[in-house]
């Protein structure tokens, strides 16, 4: 529905720009008028019926048989000799990464003075997007939003939403506890949205992100807005957490294309933490058990679609088992890590530092001799020549660092790949 209120909105104000340059700014403001009067409408029917019309519905549906199903990635194919090297080491599956521990988070927001409101993330968007043209094309998911039609998306659907006190019918108990959280979510992303040191690409990213969630059922919101933070706020974070969190996202990825599932399902993904998330490693906090749709999905859904074909937690285990390889790992870690090298240079300085400081480690404490680091294939390089390529690791870096962080184990005992395990 928002798609096509805005493309009304955008005839309407466009029928106006040849008259003037006043009537079209009055037609512009109108348009958004408009718009935020039919994101209200959207933002409470959603609340009561979208397990009705969200894509939830046809996530859950497989678009090909189980069997069939292919990891489909545009990314970099992983040498044989990389992942043939390495396995999965067993102790590491279950790993997750750290849970956001809400009572602290809400100690510190709530000590900040002045308060902190979330209606500044408004004003922080205003200076972000600030060199921005207004018809650029911002977020381009299930409908295009220029810069103006993306704030009043965030508007309605985040600060308008948290604020609200509608009935919510069978859903009040979920709500009471979504609505304080991605409150607090938000408000911490606006704390670090303040930092000078945060380059600017990045909180346009995460704020792009949060549009792209705002016009979406409340769980939606509520794992958006969890994501958006910790994507915000990772620079004080270790390597290997670092690593957990894509690790958690590749996970996701996984399970994601082999089920062949659309858009953004988190209900179903939901439903698979409940059943195996402890064995595998994936978050299981409440903002994601909490969800609404978890005992719908098992209750009235299960048995109209092909998802069917796994019902016990080991049909889900075998399904891991069978996606969750050193190839798929190392080809997606790759690419998560280089992209966020290419736009983050404080992680690109620590990770840098990062692998400097382990071999070094390793030849202070005898582990590798300098012969042995000297035969190291380089784990990064700087190539200038391949556009938007520059400072990047290698295959072998990013071996170096699953290997080294324990989440990949050699498979020869001997050699210098086998001694870069941290002990």
């Not at 709530?110 to 911002?138: A, R």
């Not at 709500?175 to 690409?201: G, Q, T």
């Not at 380089?378 to 990013?398: C, N, S």
């Not at 071996?399 to 080294?404: I, K, P, S």
């Amino acid at each position: 529905m928002v798609a096509h209120v805005q493309g009304l909105c955008r005839s309407v104000s466009e029928c106006f720009r040849p008259v003037s340059d006043g009537l079209w700014s009055l037609a512009q403001k109108i348009g958004q008028c408009v718009l935020g009067v039919f994101l209200s409408i959207q933002c409470f029917f959603e609340e009561l019926f979208s397990y009705q019309h969200t894509p939830f519905l046809e996530s859950i549906m497989p678009s090909q048989p189980v069997e069939q199903a292919k990891i489909i990635q545009p990314l970099e194919e992983v040498p044989p000799e990389i992942y043939a090297s390495v396995q999965i080491t067993p102790l590491s599956i279950a790993k997750a990464p750290k849970p956001i521990e809400l009572d602290k988070l809400k100690q510190t927001i709530d000590s900040v003075q002045p308060p902190i409101e979330v209606e500044e993330l408004l004003t922080q968007y205003d200076k972000i997007f600030k060199g921005v043209p207004n018809d650029e094309i911002l977020c381009k998911g299930d409908g295009k939003r220029n810069k103006s039609l993306a704030r009043s998306t965030l508007e309605v659907g985040y600060i308008n939403f948290i604020k609200s006190s509608g009935n919510l019918g069978v859903y009040k108990e979920y709500m009471k506890l979504a609505r304080p959280e991605i409150s607090c979510f938000l408000r911490a992303i606006i704390l670090e949205l303040r930092k000078e040191e945060i380059p600017l690409d990045k909180k346009q990213d995460v704020l792009k992100d949060l549009i792209e969630t705002a016009d979406h059922c409340p769980p939606r919101r509520h794992t958006g807005s969890l994501r958006a933070y910790r994507t915000i706020s990772n620079q004080l974070e270790t390597v290997e957490e670092t690593l957990l969190q894509y690790i958690q996202l590749i996970k996701e990825d996984l399970f994601r294309d082999f089920y062949s599932l659309s858009g953004e399902p988190v209900a179903t993904l939901n439903w698979i933490r409940a059943q195996i998330g402890i064995q595998v490693g994936l978050d299981v906090s409440p903002v994601h058990l909490g969800d609404m749709y978890i005992d719908m999905h098992d209750a009235s859904f299960r048995e109209d679609n092909k998802i069917v074909r796994h019902r016990e937690p080991k049909e889900f285990l075998g399904v891991f088992n069978k996606i969750y390889t050193p190839e798929s790992l190392l080809k997606m870690m790759k690419w998560f890590l280089n992209s966020r090298i290419r736009q983050d240079p404080i992680f690109t300085r620590t990770v840098s530092q990062f692998i400097s400081d382990a071999i070094e480690n390793l030849k202070n404490g005898n582990i590798l001799t300098q012969a042995e680091v000297d035969q190291l294939p380089e784990p990064y390089q700087h190539d200038y020549a391949v556009e938007d390529k520059g400072y990047h690791l290698t295959w072998e870096g990013v071996r170096f660092l699953l290997v080294h962080c324990g989440f990949l184990t050699p498979t020869a005992p001997q050699g210098h790949l086998a001694k870069v395990k941290a002990e």
